[in-house]
């Protein structure tokens, strides 16, 4: 033997293609998946400079009066900075001169040149902003951007713990049949017998009212994760109950492969790509309920900006007429989530192609 | 012999696979006609195009099918590659019709088989729907379902494969089509079925005075049908001509290969000729004959004692129903001998081989290999013999893992089994495998699905030879593939036995291979064996009523070209 392994098989000449390969391929000819992978890409690349500080990292900052009229709207009134602005004018008019009366005021003018010194140079605040201010005056397409690091974080977070949670929960369900699978349906069955955003709305309840998950956003992806689970739990146990019959399976087992080999080497790469298409179409799904979330106040802390907020403080803005914080978080959102769920229809088309 | 009832003028179908590469050309211009009251069998081997063929008659053909301008399919005057749709629609089920090979998935499983015949003759013959109803009932009293009153209102479910085709066929024939397409109709049925329903299709071919369009891969099946034959290879035509010249006096050397490299009852050559002795030499390479048979002296390795296995299904919420698929089971293998397991589906041959290797639980009975037990082995006792005792699976296209390539397949268990010193070792190992089994060392970084079924079947063998089994059982092993490739598998089979002294369990529901490859025969039905003995003897005397149907269930059209050669 040792004779002939003086020649073994140096390079593999060439592999074929496999699954993940021929689903590139054929993703790479369909341009709406393509086109649809570029724009979350680009949300993506844009959550990550934020995270960096490389863009938006200043978004707090007053730049520009309360309500700042957007560039492309530089003439249209703001009465709302022209109200604050007239009050900070009345609140810097010279006082009433009372110096009969008041015993400092000859000290009045020491401290005016102390000041002085000091020199507290008021930041000249902007008319316009980009795309609009907010009522503190701060930048709206900033609080977008930055607005976009939380929102796609937590829907791609609690997707990937969800589809993790469903998966090993379905593989087990499906795998093994039996008590394990009654358990499972069981705690699975309790679990979807209660409303969802009600089953929601307490996880968030507790979780900010006792502060046991921890602050931030950590508590809601928690929250969407741990109630996000059954979905993808169903759909992969019912591929394992499938696939377990099948002769590759007991192929393996007859070449005497262990369960847990049979479970997740030899049937999970036969189903990653369900739980791929899931994990897509959860991302979208989360997404949207961070939003809500958010919007229902149960969301991320108030120093922090996600789009859930953003719609939430528009609320009150639209009633006198300051449309452009719903419309960058909602333009945002709608382009993000039509572009990952265009992506995910590119996605199941590229792995099962017979489905088309 | 009247006018053409249809006349194929070169037919040339492409397929369109993607934008860039040229459309593969499935049918390469073939032209033949279909007379009128005849049976015409369209035979090939899977790839050749027939099926394809039968189904643009019919305009059936998948959106991506590109028919040649050139083409003509002519019925009653008319071209039907150019007929309008609505035309082709009033055509379809009345003048024409088809039966396809599943019946199970040809039917539709929630109305009952009564609605769906008297479907047909509502659309078709506008029939009131009582009047639908009773010609259904007489259609099947006309295919032979026992009591058709009852039976009228059954669900498709409820019935046999057999029953099932049956169906399928009333509903074919009760417009009174003038041709019938059967496309494949009893390849996934027992022999015992099959043989009725070619009875049953000859029958309603005189009475109603159609024309048959039979399609098939098995030479054998026409030769008592058909009165003309057409043979097809990759899209062209190789041969057409009578039934008699066909089988009698073969001109092309494909079609004495396809009569050749089916294995016969009165033969035994050492190996069975396959297509390549007939393409490059003269086949008649093979004609020493192989000696079968048992005798009392030789060492038994592996041994079953009274093996018992019962199913049970879950009636109702608490109820049990004991289901027994294997009874009473007992024989013993001798080393280097193959023993062969016949009987027709549902009659637990399948289960013998499962419960022996411990992928089911026996209910009860021994399993003694080389005198150990293994039913009353633990789980970690059982790996040193897992290893001895291999199984290869009847569906190639199933039983190997689509995600891994052929390497990780192979070397999987090697390793699972501390087979070989180290990895490179393995790999070592498994190219020589591929080698002996026949395949390319590109196969290595291949994955299972750019192999055609003979070709996985070697992957399959292969991976049951990296563990050196002692044992290997042969689950329908042969069953799914063409009878060209079964040739092939069957000789390395065969090679292998030879080489490594392996001994094989071959089940099958095919009488002819079971009798080639086995030195003795075990016919098993619901549940229990009832017959064993030396292959040649049970072929010549068989002891049991049961053994002699089967034995004249086998297609008697290859007894016809006996004198070949």
């Known amino acids: 033997m040792s004779a002939i392994l003086t020649s073994p098989p140096a390079a593999r000449p060439h592999e074929s293609p496999g699954l993940w390969m021929l689903a590139w391929r054929r993703l790479r000819h369909d341009r709406v998946g393509m086109l649809s992978l570029a724009i979350v890409v680009f949300f993506l690349g844009l959550m990550a400079a934020s995270y960096f500080g490389l863009v938006a990292s200043d978004w707090s900052k007053e730049k520009g009066v309360s309500y700042a009229n957007p560039s492309f709207l530089a003439g249209q009134e703001n009465l709302e900075a022209r109200n604050m602005a007239e009050r900070r004018a009345a609140v810097k008019a010279p006082p009433v001169d009372l110096s009969d009366v008041d015993p400092l005021a000859p000290r009045y003018k020491e401290w005016a040149e102390r000041a002085a010194k000091i020199a507290v140079t008021e930041v000249k605040r902007s008319e316009t902003l980009p795309f609009g201010g907010d009522k503190w005056g701060r930048d709206v397409l900033k609080k977008a951007i930055k607005g976009s690091e939380v929102s796609i974080f937590v829907g791609l977070a609690s997707a990937l713990l969800a589809t993790f949670i469903g998966t090993v929960l379905g593989a087990f369900a499906g795998y093994w049949g039996g008590k394990v699978n009654d358990l499972l349906e069981w705690f699975y069955n309790i679990f979807t017998s209660i409303p969802y955003i009600l089953l929601i709305l307490a996880f968030a309840a507790v979780a900010t009212a006792t502060g046991k998950f921890g602050k931030g956003i950590v508590p809601i992806v928690l929250i969407l994760s741990l109630t996000g689970w059954t979905g993808i739990y169903r759909l992969i146990r019912a591929e394992y109950i499938k696939h377990c019959n099948r002769e590759y399976v007991k192929a393996a087992q007859a070449i005497g492969a262990s369960n847990a080999s049979r479970m997740f080497h030899h049937i999970l790469p036969n189903v990653s790509h369900v739980a791929l298409v899931q994990l897509s179409q959860y991302t979208v799904g989360f997404i949207k309920a961070e939003v809500i979330l958010s919007f229902l106040g149960f969301g991320v802390p108030v120093d922090m900006v996600s789009w859930g907020t953003m719609l939430a403080e528009a609320q009150n803005e639209l009633v006198i007429g300051k449309w452009w914080q719903l419309a960058a978080a909602g333009a945002s959102m709608a382009v993000l989530v039509t572009a990952f769920s265009l992506l995910t229809d590119s996605l199941r088309d590229a792995l099962d192609p017979k489905l088309k | ?565």
């Open chain 2, 1 to 565: 012999m009247s006018a053409n009832l249809l006349e194929i003028q070169d037919l040339d179908i492409r397929f369109r696979i993607d934008r860039k590469s040229e459309p593969f050309r499935a049918v390469k211009g073939i032209s033949f006609d279909v007379p009128a009251h005849s049976t015409v069998a369209l035979v090939g081997e899977s790839g050749s195009g027939k099926s394809v063929s039968a189904m643009s008659i019919l305009g059936l053909l998948p959106d991506n099918a590109v028919v040649g301008a050139q083409s003509h399919i002519l019925y009653g005057g008319r071209d039907l590659l150019h007929a309008p749709l609505a035309e082709m629609q009033a055509i379809r089920g009345k003048d024409i019709s088809v039966i396809f090979q599943e019946p199970m998935t040809s039917l539709n499983p929630v109305y009952t088989v009564g609605e769906q015949i008297a479907e047909v003759l509502r659309m078709h013959l506008a029939m009131s729907p009582r009047q639908a109803q009773a010609r259904a009932v007489e259609l099947l009293a006309e295919v032979g379902i026992p009591n058709p009153q009852l039976r009228v209102n059954s669900f498709p479910h409820e019935m046999s494969g057999g029953q099932q085709q049956r169906v399928m066929i009333a509903m074919a024939i009760a417009c009174e089509p003038k041709l019938l397409i059967a496309d494949e109709p009893t390849t996934a049925l027992d022999v015992t079925i099959q043989k009725q329903i070619l009875d049953l299709i000859a029958k309603l071919q005189e009475k109603h005075h159609m024309s048959v369009l039979f399609i098939t891969h098995d030479l054998g099946v026409v030769g008592e049908i058909a009165d003309r034959v057409v043979v097809m290879q990759d899209g062209e035509i190789r041969e057409q001509g009578s039934a008699k010249e066909i089988f009698e006096s073969p001109r092309h050397p494909y079609t004495k290969a396809l009569l050749a490299c089916r294995p016969r009852l009165d033969r035994r050559p050492r190996r069975l000729p396959v297509i390549d002795d007939f393409l490059k030499g003269d086949g008649r390479a093979h004609l020493e004959e192989r000696k079968r048979g048992t005798s009392p002296a030789d060492p038994i390795i592996l041994e079953v004692r009274n093996l018992d296995k019962t199913f049970f299904l879950k009636e109702g919420l608490f109820g049990k129903r004991a289901v027994p698929a294997v009874r009473d089971v007992s024989f013993k293998l001798p080393r280097g001998k193959t023993l062969g397991l016949v009987g027709e589906s549902g009659s637990g041959k399948t289960t013998v081989g499962l419960t022996v290797m411990r992928l089911h639980e026996a209910t009860a009975g021994q399993v003694l290999f080389e005198g150990r037990d293994l039913l009353t082995l633990s789980e970690r006792e059982m790996m040193a013999y897992r290893r001895r005792i291999q199984i290869i699976f009847q569906n190639p296209y199933a039983s190997l893992n689509p995600r891994f390539t052929v390497g990780q397949i192979l070397v999987e268990p090697m390793r699972i089994h501390g087979i070989g010193k180290d990895e490179r070792e393995r790999i070592e190992m498994a190219f020589q495998l591929l080698r002996r089994v026949g395949l390319a060392d590109a196969s290595f970084y291949k994955y299972p699905h750019e192999f055609s079924g003979g070709q996985r079947q070697r992957i399959a063998i292969a991976r049951c030879l990296t563990m050196k089994p002692d044992v290997l059982i042969c689950d329908e092993s042969v069953s799914a593939l063409d009878v060209s490739v079964q040739a092939q598998v069957l000789n390395l089979l065969q090679d292998l036995q030879d080489e490594f002294g392996l001994s094989y369990i071959f089940i099958s529901h095919d009488l002819a291979v079971v009798k080639y490859i086995s030195d003795e025969v075990m016919v098993m039905n619901d549940g229990a064996i009832i017959e064993m003995a030396d292959s040649d003897e049970i072929y010549r005397n068989p002891r049991q009523d049961y053994t002699r149907k089967l034995l004249a269930s086998i297609p008697k059209g290859l007894q016809r070209a006996k004198e070949l050669e």
